[in-house]
Structure formats: structure tokens, C-alpha cells
């Protein structure tokens, strides 16, 4: 048999992970304030728990993947969160996507209860937690990573020892911030070219072979904009929670960060008209609504 996890949040991420986990033979206990996603784990052989203290009562291992800050910390150190009831040499493992200051707090209460805490915030979507193919960038102590990475060997191909505890966190959100503003960019860049006359795919063909090309020119988009579908990988309101969550971390060091800005406030405008919920790659569409037009493959521009 496999070790005692507790998975807690089984969303688009953590469902998926927590489904590897079973696979791979690990006992998992699972708990999410949304009942249907626990009982959908269930159906394929984890436990249920009606709380983060419940599911972490046993737990080798507690994993949390869960959207916001405030959110982990009250999973964790709240009044009926995880360290209510995990056992001294329990190790937490927040895979969430947080900030720096909330990971460093949260190891302190953990530490002070004598449990262990890593912050391993993950990168390559949906797709990544379902193959196991995640970039996991951890914070935190390199013995207590070494112990736990055979657990998350299972949900991630690259293991990143990052440095102490909050780490992970800022290679996370330096991460997505640049991925933020590339989208941005080539928002700009892809309705300018093709309102010129170019086709699309020409010239996104270009750009990937050129000095311009990017992981999300690459991959995010021949998969989501290019390709037509309008599925949910990461939803731009998640985005744009976490580039704000880097701007406050600079804003804390004292460093400015235009294009941050810029980015920030792209998001917040296009939320505000309704993309939220959409992928964030949708920061493209936002940017045919406003210039008027459509980006078609083998096309040139057509007017809206």
C-alpha cells in the first residue's frame, strides 16, 4: 500500500492530482467545500473528510490545492483546519498558488507545531496534473522535500528545489506574471498583424521562429485560440489574483514593475467585462473586441 495522504481542494487541479495519487496506490483522504467533487473521488476509491482537520487526522502527507491565500491559511492554522489534528512530523504540501508572506506564516505555525510545510506551487495547467507532468517549484526544507518526493513524483516531471520557505511561491508568481504579460503582448502584436493583412497563422509561424516566440506563443494558444476552443485551462481571474499578488510582493521590496502594471490592469478591465471566467489566453479576444475584428485562421482580418 501506498502512504496516507489527505488531498484538500479537488478542483480542475486537485481533482486531477488527487485522481494520479489514486492510481499510484496512495490511501487518499479527501475534503472540498464542494460535495459533488468529493463524491466523485470517492466513486473511484478515496475516503471522504468534512473537514481539512478530519481528512489530516492520519495523514503522512496533507496536500492542499485551493484558490486563494486568505483560503490556505485558514485550511491550515483556522479553527478547524490542519493543524488541529495533524501529528507532529506530518508534512504539508501547499500546492497552491499563494504569496510569499502567506507560505512563510503558515510554515511558522507549522514549524511551531512540529510539522514539516513545503510550498510547492505548480506550473503546465490542467493538462500537466492530469498527465503528471507538472513543474513543481518548492519552498521549504530540502530533507522534508527529499522525504515527500516520490509522492510528488507522481503528480510532476520537474521537482525544482527553489530555496526556504516561501520560495516557491515567488518563482511561481514571477512565472505567471511573465506568462501575464506575454499574453498580453501577443494580444497586442497577433490583431495588429492580422488587422494589417497577414495571415494568423503565418504569422504566428514567425514569431515562434523568431526572437518573439514563447512557451504560451508555442503551446497555450495552437491549443485554446488558435484551435477555437474556449475551455477553461486557467481562468483569467485566477491570473489576474496572482499577478496583483506579485505586484504586492514588489510593491513590499520597494521595485517598480510597469509592465506588471500595465498587465494588471488589462486583466482587471477585461474581467470587469466578463472574461473572468474564461482562459486567460481570452486576453486575446478581449483584444479583437476592441480593434474590431476576428482573428481567423487562413484568413485575414474580418471585420466584426
Known sequence: MGSRLAFIGAGKMGGRMSRRLLAAGHRLVVHDTDRQLVEALVAEGALAAGSPAEAARDAELVILSLPTPAIVEAVIAGEDGVLQTAQPGTTVIDMSTADPGTAQRVEAACRAAGVNFLDAP??????????????????????????????????????????????????????????????????????????AGVDLRVLAGVLTAGTGGSWVLSNHLPATVFAGD???????????????????????????????????????????????????????????????????????????
Open 122 to 195: 505548480v506550473s503546465r495547467g490542467v493538462a500537466g496534473a492530469e498527465q503528471g507532468t507538472l513543474l513543481i517549484m518548492v519552498g521549504g526544507d530540502a530533507e522534508v522535500l527529499e522525504a515527500a518526493r516520490p509522492v510528488l513524483s507522481v503528480l510532476g516531471s520537474e521537482i525544482i528545489h527553489v530555496g526556504g520557505p516561501g520560495s516557491g511561491q515567488v518563482a511561481k508568481l514571477c512565472n505567471n506574471m511573465l506568462a501575464a504579460i506575454n499574453m498580453q503582448a501577443l494580444g497586442e502584436v497577433l490583431v495588429t498583424g492580422v488587422k
Open 230 to 304: 474556449e475551455g477553461t485551462r486557467f481562468a483569467l481571474e485566477l491570473m489576474h489574483k496572482d499577478v496583483w499578488l506579485f505586484m504586492r510582493s514588489a510593491e513590499e521590496q520597494g521595485l517598480s514593475t510597469p509592465l506588471a502594471a500595465t498587465a494588471a490592469q488589462t486583466l482587471r478591465m477585461a474581467k470587469g467585462e466578463g472574461y473572468g471566467p474564461r482562459d486567460y489566453s481570452a486576453i486575446i479576444n478581449y483584444f479583437e473586441r476592441l480593434a474590431g475584428m476576428r482573428l481567423l485562421p487562413n484568413k485575414v482580418a474580418e471585420e466584426a
